[in-house]
């Protein structure tokens, strides 16, 4: 699967962003998508996933925030990041696992997102 992100960009605090994540190719093979991200100097953190049956999860202080969904065609992930905070700058990835959690795993190239005054 070829993953392809989009929507990232420079925020001021409080403004909200909306990530996309396109995937191409045999997305019937979909199983799990995630949102991770990775700040300078920290290891990369999953954020929020979707199942292919469409429960989702998040983890980390920002729940509330942050609502990661997915189109009909099961294609394309979003993330809406609300009130967004400088402690959100850092790199955002698209994860997608798939056939099941032990299945193959591909990533998106990142897509920065910064949050300044």
């Known amino acids: 699967l070829h993953l392809e992100e989009s929507g990232g960009g420079l925020a001021q605090p409080g403004e909200s962003l909306q990530l996309s994540c396109r995937a191409s190719g045999d997305i019937w093979r979909i199983y799990y998508m995630a949102w991770y991200r990775e700040i300078p100097g920290k290891r990369r953190e999953r954020i929020a996933y979707?199942?292919?049956?469409?429960?989702?999860g998040y983890e980390g202080s920002h729940q509330g925030r942050f609502t990661i969904s997915r189109n009909s065609a099961g294609d394309t992930m979003y993330f809406q990041m609300n009130d967004l905070q400088p402690g959100d700058t850092a790199t955002y990835y698209c994860n997608v696992v798939e056939e099941n959690m032990a299945g193959p795993t591909s990533w998106g190239q990142g897509i920065q997102v910064t949050v300044s005054l």
């Open positions: 979707i199942m292919r049956d469409g429960n989702t």
